[in-house]
């Protein structure tokens, strides 16, 4: 049987906290719950000592969600290691829909996640959309042609331990969100499987909804991303080449917004709005991870963000990250 690690990270979330805690000690056939609190100023460590010894709590001062990670993984002792956003909720099924599909080959096993409002309501639908079905193979082959794969964000993810001892430790100087490091190199450690059913709860609220203006610094991880995947492919004798990079649509999504409204801060040496144009284009024919409509509307916004008046722009920005 399958020994199940929930590390939940949380900065400053006493009002939802409770509720995440509560959901990973709901998981059938049980978990280890770790919890690292941040250095959070709210009543958070308050809501997490209530829960007793129930849970593994570890409280630090406030350094990065990336430091979160490290404490809570030194800490853990799971086969599978799930990293939960304070603010998420896991189902109640998710040990066992982990059992039906685990194996030795796998690295992480990846679910569908859906949205719900403050107060736990359903908000919108159920991500990403998985169009076509990733299989391990498919996700191999779209790491190494277009530098990525489709993925939830941190919660909706399980990984195999063997494989996380070996980046762990990570380096918070490098990246303050962990599940940068996690997500990106997955694929090289073994298969990435993927269970197409909504069994995380992200929610959706007014800290968390920022609109994703930050481009230049969106731009900006994703390419210290980038560069550290390709560190940890080389260490494995698998080379990714620069230009997967430019190939990614999610990245040149970032890319052209950066450049039109954050031209000063834009961090990436050599780019331009022509070559973020021909970027999208190629990933119009080429990036098969992405359904062809949805890759056609993407190229689209990408080429409106760069041409469009300001104005129209910007609109344009709040339709795509609107969450």
């Known amino acids: 049987m399958l020994r199940i690690s929930v590390i939940i990270t949380n900065y400053n979330y006493g009002r939802y906290v409770d509720v995440a805690i509560q959901s990973a000690l709901s998981l059938n056939g049980g978990a280890e719950v770790i919890v690292v609190d941040d250095g959070s100023t709210d009543n958070s460590r308050s809501v997490i000592d209530a829960f007793g010894s129930s849970v593994y709590k570890i409280y630090q001062t406030n350094q990065s969600q990336t430091a979160a990670y490290n404490a809570g993984f030194a800490a853990s002792t799971g086969d599978v290691v799930i990293f939960l956003d304070s603010d998420d909720l896991l189902d109640p099924s998710v040990g066992e829909e982990l059992g039906s599909v685990w194996n030795e080959r796998v690295s992480k096993v990846q679910f569908q996640m859906q949205r719900i409002d403050e107060y736990g309501r359903p908000r919108g639908g159920v991500f990403p959309a998985y169009l076509p079905l990733p299989t391990p193979e498919r996700i ?19 990984y ?38 909504p069994l995380v709860f992200y929610r959706v609220h007014g800290a968390n909804d920022s609109g994703h203006t930050s481009f230049a610094m969106h731009a900006d991880r994703a390419m210290k991303r980038f560069k550290y995947s390709q560190g940890v492919a080389r260490h494995r004798g698998v080379e990714l080449a620069d230009r997967l990079f430019f190939r990614n649509l999610e990245t040149t999504q970032f890319r052209a917004a950066s450049m039109r409204f954050a031209r000063e801060q834009h961090p990436i040496p050599d780019d331009s709005p022509l070559r973020a144009a021909r970027n999208a284009l190629w990933a119009l024919a080429f990036c098969p991870q992405v359904e062809l409509r949805r890759r056609g509307v993407l190229v689209l916004w990408v080429f409106g963000v760069l041409l469009l008046p ?14």
């Open 160 to 197: 195999a331990r063997r494989w996380l001892k070996e980046i762990f430790p990570l380096d918070p100087e490098a990246d303050r969100a962990g599940d940068s490091f996690c997500l990106s190199v997955a694929p090289l450690f073994g298969d990435v499987v993927t269970v197409a059913k």
């Open 140 to 158: 191999r082959h779209w790491v190494m042609t277009t530098g990525g794969y489709p993925s939830p964000p941190a919660s909706g993810n399980a």
């Open 310 to 323: 300001l104005p129209l722009a910007k609109k344009a920005v709040v339709l795509r990250y609107r969450r």
